[in-house]
């Protein structure tokens, strides 16, 4: 397995600007991780920025492992969907520019409740199996993030990825294990990662833990309202240890990128997170 760093555990210092899509991988070559994952999110769409970004990998002689796009197909409306779908043909384009060879996607939420998984679902599979037939087409593969109420616990994802397989004849679509967001549904990482055996194309290797008592800062709501927070690895609620047991018994060789959520300064909590998943995973 190979330990990546995505570029989400830095929002912070890129919304402070303290950090550039040029400065993070300047940050993670420092970091000797063996890559690192990019997001939609943090970029413009502006050509020469694309083209910074490609020289600074370069020059850090580092791999963009995975590049994660952000779209939402939980809407009633074609339009919206129709704008999901693009989101990702557009991440199709940048991953291939960067290299990378997997796009982390998501199936959607509806965080007002106004409409139900059994409504969603149809339009989340279709969006999927026409973006997985584009991706195909590239060479590159997708991988369906557990992640919200309508495609969060195991069973879901499974669910969502096997229709989707079913309609495109392929199996383009795999899973992104995110094993701290399994912790917002109320389930165990570990057992997730049994019940996605065969599925698994990447994992974000992320620990949440109970928020303390009195805390007034950010927190994630579980199903059940609970709140949790974001912890450097190894310091939360997440059997992480059983969760790479598991994956070296499917046989599972792809990348663990950290993804950090925590309060505390990334600039800490990142290089204390890799000390611990080398520490896991023996290297």
């Known amino acids: ?14 919304k402070d ?4 899509q040029v400065g993070f991988i300047r940050w ?9 994952e990019l997001l939609d999110f943090f970029h413009s769409g502006a050509a020469e920025e694309s083209e910074q970004v490609q020289e600074a990998l370069r020059e850090a002689e580092l791999p963009c492992s995975v590049f994660s796009v952000s779209n939402n197909f939980a809407k009633p409306d074609a339009g919206d ?33 106004k409409i139900t998984l059994d409504e969603a679902r149809p339009w989340i599979v279709e969006g999927l199996a026409q973006a997985s037939r584009a991706a195909r087409e590239r060479g590159l593969r997708l991988a369906l ?72 800062g950010f927190a994630y709501h579980s199903l059940s309202g609970d709140p949790f927070v974001g912890t450097a690895l190894g310091e939360g609620a997440v059997d992480l240890p059983g969760v790479v047991q598991k994956l070296r018994s499917q046989g599972f060789t792809g990348w663990l990128n ?9 600039r800490t909590a990142v290089p204390r997170s890799l000390a611990f998943g080398r520490s896991i995973l023996g290297s």
């Not at 397995?1 to 890129?14: D, N």
């Not at 993670?28 to 690192?36: F, I, P, S």
């Not at 991953?95 to 959607?108: E, K, L, P």
């Open 81 to 113: 969907r129709h704008q999901a779908r693009e989101r990702i043909l557009s991440g199709l384009d940048r991953a291939h520019q960067y290299g990378a060879s997997i796009i982390r996607v998501f199936g959607g939420d509806d965080h007002e409740r």
């Open 145 to 216: 993030e557990n992640h919200g109420s309508m495609a969060g616990t195991s069973a879901q994802v499974r669910g969502i990825i096997e229709e989707v397989r079913q309609q495109t004849g392929d199996d383009t679509l795999g899973a992104n294990l995110d094993t701290g967001n399994f912790v917002l549904v109320g389930e165990d990482s570990v057992h997730a990662t049994e019940q996605l055996e065969g599925l698994i194309s990447m994992v974000h290797f992320k620990d949440f833990a109970p928020a303390p008592p009195g805390w007034d």
């Open 258 to 266: 950290l993804e950090y959520e925590g309060a505390e300064s990334a």
């Open 17 to 20: 600007q303290s950090m550039d």
């Open 28 to 36: 993670a070559q420092e970091l000797q991780v063996d890559g690192v």
């Open 1 to 14: 397995m190979k330990l990546g760093l995505s570029m989400w555990s830095a929002v912070h210092l890129v």
